[in-house]
């Protein structure tokens, strides 16, 4: 009897961030400004993810991608952040990360 071996592919996005950009980077405690995250869907089926700000390593706030990144493609999506009121003189760092499902 003839067969075929068939695969089974499960669509699934891939989403990773390709970029940040702020509206300024220069800023006091307490100023607030525009950060414009890159999304980038390397995956077979649109999708989204949640993602998180850090401001030198500790997560400021999390937020999920939105419009939803389509399949190959790349979406930005612009979010407010508030400098720490404790902040100090110097250079510090803001980051995004995607957050892994299994947090």
Do not use: R
Request: aromatic share 6%; proline share 7%.
């Amino acid at each position: 009897m003839p067969c075929v071996s068939l695969t089974v592919q499960i669509p699934q996005p891939i989403i990773s961030i390709t970029n940040i950009t702020v509206s300024k980077s220069t800023v006091a405690p307490g100023d607030t400004i525009s950060v414009t995250v890159t999304f980038s869907n390397t995956g077979n089926a649109d999708g989204s993810a949640t993602w998180a700000l850090t401001w030198d390593g500790a997560v400021q706030g999390s937020y999920i991608t939105s419009p939803t990144v389509k399949a190959g493609g790349t979406a930005t999506q612009t979010v407010s952040f508030t400098v720490p009121s404790t902040a100090t003189a110097g250079a510090h760092s803001l980051c995004a990360e995607i957050v892994p499902a299994y947090y």
